[in-house]
């Protein structure tokens, strides 16, 4: 069973926005990065966000904003608010802990993924 749950995808127009969260509750180690991954349909794994424990951010340069991730620590929780939305932002979104860009693959530490989709 993964130890991240991803949720908040869904169906959207473009131009419109999303709230993808995180929920890391059940990790044992919470003193690493955490990461938003996606994977377009045919498409390589993407490193889209991170942020530290200390809150240091950083975004691939399509998503500069437009995206911007944020964490509660306290409940062990990781955000990703995804406003103006493009088409191109069509993918299965998913955290994890790790730098490894496993997406899809049910490691430990990865989350399931959530579905996002923005019709133009």
């Known amino acids: 069973e993964s130890q991240l749950v991803e949720s908040g995808g869904g169906s959207v127009e473009a131009g419109g926005s999303l709230r993808l969260s995180c929920d890391a509750s059940?990790?044992?180690?919470?003193?690493?990065?955490m990461i938003w991954y996606r994977q377009a349909p045919g498409g390589e794994c993407e490193l889209v966000s991170s942020?530290?424990?200390?809150?240091?951010?950083f975004y691939t340069g399509s998503v500069k904003g437009r995206f911007t991730i944020s964490q509660d620590s306290a409940k062990k929780m990781l955000f990703l608010q995804m406003n103006s939305l493009k088409p191109e932002d069509t993918a299965v979104y998913y955290c994890?802990?790790?730098?490894?860009?496993?997406?899809?693959?049910?490691?430990?530490?990865w989350g399931q993924g959530t579905q996002v989709t923005v019709s133009s």
């Open positions: 059940r990790l044992d180690d919470d003193g690493t990065d």
């Open positions: 942020i530290t424990k200390d809150g240091r951010t």
């Open positions: 994890a802990q790790d730098y490894t860009l496993s997406c899809g693959l049910g490691l430990d530490h």
